[in-house]
């Protein structure tokens, strides 16, 4: 059994929840009428998906929902469930049982649960449309639509034999795959139009590329030739510098050595060029000499006089001790003490100036002084003890001016001492001047040729000097033009004929070739200022960006057209099988339905016809002709031909009601036994038929029930007979359908 079982809650007038197990072949649904028995069709056709609320009997979603009475409230949303067996994996899924609910809420919203998961309608569709349960509902014939397939348009006939056909799945996956195609193709359309957009920018970038890559190699070319030049020029320099320095240490240092020995030999000879001045210095000498000896006999004539009249002073203090003796006149005491005092003061500063003259008039007034005391003598009288004491302070003056004659000899003897070093030092000179002036004549000779010497080294050592400037410029020129880079030429060896270029072949090279590699440098940088290439990385890194979004495009346009075509083989592969499946079909329907038919009218003949679409007569031109001119498989069209035994009844429009039923229901059975669905679901589909007819309808059942389980919606005890389970539908006051069971096998055994 495939379909095991119905869960209604809240749908139309199933206000609570009711459930209807199927576990028999056929299940019969009875109850009077306006008890809800077609809710439950209907609750078929919305669990699986159904989008016309008109097509069950309703105007909005909200329709579906229980609506509420007296004494039941309204719901706000409604459910239905149905369990389907899966055990033998009829459809595309690893479970055993199936549940497949739908949710209406009173907003309209839907929602579709697939064994507890939320899903898509598109879900639902491709899972029941893989065990041949479609969305034209052919497996469920509600109440009054048995007629449908007879009224309906041989498009609408086509669809719903495709159904029935079970050709469901090819017509989904053909929509998909042209949906998919319409978008691809959509999709290619905006990539050619983006790549569109983007080629004026990606050409503009390219020959910013293309200059950008001749620049790249002018750079090239103007590093390698930094390179040798800076390493060449550099080389040159520091070796050449090296010997010049190396040369010019020698007679640079012999040169400061005869500058310093000229000098002393210049200064000999002006010693010597200067005898007058000499001869003057000896006569300031001997004058100075002359001067101290003067002076010293002077202060000695001094001292004489001095100590003469000591001795007189003496025999004064003698006279004047015997004078006291015998009683005879003397010098106060103060007026002693008074001279004596000026007269200290007096030799004391004389003393302290060493000043001979000063000196001798210190002496002189120091007599004076002596000799007023003295004419004074008679009016005063001195003591013995004034007398000692004026002794004592000529003995001390006379020492003071012996002190003064011993520095005035000394310096007599200094000015005599230097008056002879001068005296042979001037005869020594004289003597050496002419052998001066010949080293002086040979030093300057020397000189002359070591600064000639000197003088060209430096003047190469100038021109290096100005090579490095010109370099370190060339260098900042190059770190400006190619980067930091340039600054490790010295790390690059320089190469010729497979050897390693020396320091010294460098050194030695001829100057014109490396003006001529300047020459070149000149014309690298004058081509690259020409290319006027400025932001290298920044446009590279944007062309790159540019060609890889380009060939990513071009790419996805590649696979797009791939797409396509595998998109329009898919297509063309899925119309050649439905076109066969279903002319195949049609066939087999044919012969089913004639049998059918036949059964139920006793005889006659029916088939089905393939009504080909008419091709349009008129096109604006001749393209669209041709277009037009091909018919598509989709407007094939299915007519019923029917002819009744005994009758020349031959279109359906000549059908009575009855004999309509009973084609419709033999079309529908016919349907039925060529791709059986797991169920059916007829809704009062015998209502019009006699007793004898419902006999042969409840044969027909029996035998349709083999190949697909029935769920049988009736009044007719005939058809209620066949079936082995009974639901019966009730309603009471409160609006409500109730449901009621009753296993008929059960229910005979009972009886018995």
Same mark, same amino acid.
């Given at each position: 059994m495939y379909l095991k079982a119905l869960t209604i809650n809240g749908f139309k007038s199933f206000a609570k929840k009711g459930e209807l197990q199927f576990s028999a072949p056929i299940?019969?649904?009875?109850?009077?009428?306006?008890?809800?028995?077609?809710?439950? /069709?209907?609750? $078929?056709? $919305?669990?699986?998906?159904?989008?016309?609320?008109?097509?069950?009997?309703?105007?909005r979603g909200e329709d579906l929902i229980w609506g509420g009475s007296e004494s039941?409230?309204?719901?706000?949303? /409604?459910?239905?469930?149905?369990?389907?067996?899966?055990? #033998?994996?009829?459809?595309?899924?690893? $479970?055993?049982?199936?549940r497949i609910e739908r949710v209406v809420h009173r907003d309209g919203q839907n929602d579709y649960l697939l064994n507890g998961s939320p899903v898509r309608l598109k879900d639902v569709q491709e899972l029941l449309a893989s065990a041949n349960i479609g969305s034209t509902g052919h497996h469920i014939i509600s109440q009054g639509e048995a007629d449908r397939i007879l009224s309906a348009s041989v498009r609408e006939r086509r669809e719903m034999i495709e159904?029935? =056909?079970?050709? #469901?799945?090819?017509?989904? #996956?053909?929509?998909?795959?042209?949906?998919?195609?319409?978008k691809t193709r959509e999709n290619i359309a905006h990539v050619e139009s983006l790549r569109r957009e983007a080629a004026p920018h990606l050409r503009y970038l390219e020959k910013q590329v293309q200059k950008i890559e001749k620049s790249l190699e002018v750079q090239k070319a103007l590093r390698a030739a930094y390179v040798e030049y800076l390493r060449r020029e550099d080389t040159y *320099?520091? &070796?050449?510098?090296?010997?010049?320095?190396?040369?010019?240490r020698e007679p640079g240092a012999a040169l400061e050595a005869v500058k310093k020995a000229l000098a002393e030999a210049k200064a000999t000879l002006r010693e010597a060029e200067g005898s007058d001045s000499k001869s003057a210095e000896v006569v300031a000498a001997e004058e100075r000499w002359r001067a101290a000896s003067k002076e010293r006999q002077g202060v000695l004539h001094e001292l004489g006089k001095l100590e003469g009249q000591l001795s007189y002073v003496a025999r004064r203090l003698e006279e004047r001790a015997r004078r006291v003796e015998t009683g005879g006149p003397a010098i106060a005491r103060s007026e002693l003490e008074r001279v004596v005092a000026a007269i200290e003061a007096q030799v004391t500063d004389a003393v302290g100036r060493d000043d001979l003259p000063a000196l001798k008039r210190t002496l002189t007034d120091v007599v004076r002084k002596l000799r007023i005391l003295l004419e004074r003598a008679p009016s005063a009288t001195d003591d013995l003890e004034a007398h000692e004491r004026e002794r004592g302070e000529l003995e001390r003056s006379i020492a003071d001016l012996r002190n003064g004659m011993a520095k005035a000899e000394a310096a007599e003897a200094a000015a005599e001492a230097a008056y002879q070093t001068v005296r042979q030092n001037l005869e020594t000179e004289a003597a050496g001047a002419r052998e001066a002036e010949r080293e002086v004549f040979r030093l300057v000779g020397e000189q002359r040729t070591l600064e000639a010497q000197v003088e060209r080294i430096d003047r190469e050592l100038e021109g290096l000097a100005r090579d490095r400037e010109e370099f370190k410029r060339?260098?900042?020129?190059?770190?400006?033009?190619?980067?930091?880079?340039?600054?490790?030429?010295?790390? &690059?060896?320089? !190469?010729?004929?497979?050897?390693?270029?020396? +320091?010294?072949? !460098?050194? /030695?090279?001829?100057?014109?070739?490396?003006?001529?590699?300047?020459?070149?440098?000149?014309?690298? #940088?004058?081509?690259?200022?020409?290319?006027?290439?400025?932001?290298?990385d920044d446009t590279m890194r944007e062309w790159q960006e540019a060609k890889e979004r380009d060939e990513f495009l071009a790419r996805e346009l590649a696979d797009l057209t791939s797409s396509v075509e595998k998109l329009s083989a898919l297509i063309t592969e899925l119309s050649a099988e439905l076109h066969e499946q279903f002319f195949a079909g049609i066939d087999k329907i044919s012969v089913e339905f004639n049998t059918f038919f036949t059964l139920m009218f006793g005889g006659g003949e029916a088939?089905?016809?393939?009504?080909? +679409?008419?091709?349009?007569a008129k096109a604006e031109d001749e393209e669209e002709q041709l277009a037009d001119d091909e018919p598509d498989e989709n407007d094939v069209g299915i007519e019923l031909n029917v002819k009744l035994p005994n009758k020349r009844v031959k279109g359906l429009e000549m059908l009575s009601g009855g004999e309509r039923a009973l084609t419709s229901i033999a079309l529908i059975f016919a349907m039925s036994q &060529?791709?059986? +669905?797991? $169920?059916?679901? =007829?809704?009062?589909?015998?209502? /019009?038929?006699?007793?004898a007819n419902s006999r042969r309808y409840g044969d027909l059942i029996e035998a349709l029930a083999k190949k697909s389980q029935l769920i049988l919606i009736t009044h007719n005890r005939e058809t !209620?007979?066949?079936?082995?389970?009974?639901?019966? *539908?009730? !309603?009471?006051s409160d609006g409500v359908s109730k449901l009621l069971s009753v296993r008929l096998e059960e229910a005979l055994a009972v009886a018995k």
């Open positions: 299940t019969g649904i009875v109850g009077p009428n306006g008890s809800g028995k077609s809710n439950v /069709a209907e609750s $078929f056709r $919305f669990v699986l998906g159904e989008q016309s609320v008109k097509s069950m009997r309703g105007r039941v409230s309204r719901g706000n949303r /409604a459910s239905v469930e149905v369990v389907l067996d899966n055990s #033998k994996r009829q459809f595309p899924l690893d $479970f055993d049982e199936i159904d029935a =056909l079970g050709l #469901k799945v090819y017509q989904l #996956k053909k929509q998909e795959a042209e949906r998919k195609l319409d *320099i520091a &070796v050449h510098y090296d010997r010049l320095t190396a040369q010019r060339e260098l900042e020129e190059g770190v400006a033009l190619l980067g930091r880079a340039v600054m490790q030429y010295y790390q &690059v060896p320089l !190469m010729v004929d497979g050897g390693e270029v020396s +320091p010294e072949a !460098m050194a /030695a090279e001829d100057r014109n070739i490396q003006r001529t590699r300047r020459h070149e440098l000149e014309k690298l #940088k004058i081509r690259l200022e020409e290319l006027g290439v400025g932001a290298t088939s089905l016809t393939r009504v080909e +679409p008419k091709v349009r &060529v791709n059986p +669905p797991p $169920f059916i679901i =007829l809704d009062e589909t015998d209502a /019009a038929l006699d007793e !209620m007979s066949r079936a082995s389970i009974l639901y019966g *539908i009730t !309603m009471g």
